[in-house]
């Protein structure tokens, strides 16, 4: 069975750049999840979907950032303009369906930023 | 709020050692699960365990162990006999309550353990 694909795996931009991050979930799977990971810290969520619909994105820095999963499937990630302090590996995490804690995440390798 | 904490930023061992990395967490829910994922340096967390709050007992697998303790809000985990791909960084978490009535992972900030041969 395949992973969770992330592309790119690097990317490095200038501060006020614009940035977009893909993400292909474990097919079959309804649930889709972002997170941003600070260097020493652990993932904290961004965005989560249930199928094509928002169900959490609650620590989502508006402003800057967008994501959305068109058809329920893949889904992407912006950041414009980006900040130095968003710096980080981005994660996406795929689960079977968002209603249980039955449910396991499973990661993708993620994208690492560098913002200059 | 949720919150896990893991004391130990950094732990390193020589193989063979056993190795106990803590967790502890807080939580308002009677109901929660509780997890345990490995980061090895290429990055993917790696998924071993999750456990329901209803479920106190100690769980072995291979040269794994954890041990929940809700009285003291603990849910440590054991590696036996330290090998040096057990190298990475370890990640306790805990589910939380999101917008919409489903679940969400909220993560400590993780243990590095190094291996030494």
């Known amino acids: 069975e395949a992973g969770v694909a992330q592309s790119p795996r690097y990317k490095i931009i200038e501060k006020r750049q614009s940035v977009a991050f893909w993400c292909n979930p474990i097919s079959g799977h309804a649930t889709l999840y972002w997170y941003q990971q600070i260097l020493g810290q652990g993932p904290k969520l961004l965005i989560q979907?249930?199928?094509?619909?928002?169900?959490?994105d609650s620590q989502l820095p508006k402003d800057r950032f967008s994501a959305e999963r068109l058809k329920g499937v893949d889904s992407t990630l912006k950041i414009q303009p980006a900040k130095l302090e968003d710096s980080a590996v981005y994660l996406c995490?795929?689960?079977?369906?968002?209603?249980?804690?039955?449910?396991?995440?499973?990661f993708g390798p993620g994208t690492r930023l560098t913002v200059l | 709020a949720q919150k896990v904490t893991q004391a130990q930023t950094e732990i390193s061992v020589v193989e063979k050692e056993d190795v106990t990395l803590d967790c502890v967490y807080e939580t308002r829910d009677t109901t929660y699960y509780l997890f345990w994922y490995k980061q090895p340096p290429s990055g993917e967390l790696v998924f071993l365990i999750r456990r329901n709050s209803f479920d106190e007992q100690n769980e072995i697998s291979g040269r794994y162990s954890w041990n929940f303790q809700k009285s003291t809000s603990s849910f440590n985990f054991t590696i036996t006999a330290s090998q040096v791909v057990d190298s990475a960084v370890y990640f306790c978490?805990?589910?939380?309550?999101?917008?919409?009535?489903?679940?969400?992972?909220?993560f400590g900030k993780g243990t590095k353990l190094t291996v030494n041969p």
């Open positions: 979907f249930q199928n094509n619909g928002v169900v959490d």
């Open positions: 995490a795929s689960s079977l369906e968002a209603y249980s804690s039955y449910n396991e995440q499973f």
């Open positions: 978490a805990l589910s939380e309550p999101s917008q919409g009535g489903s679940e969400k992972l909220v």
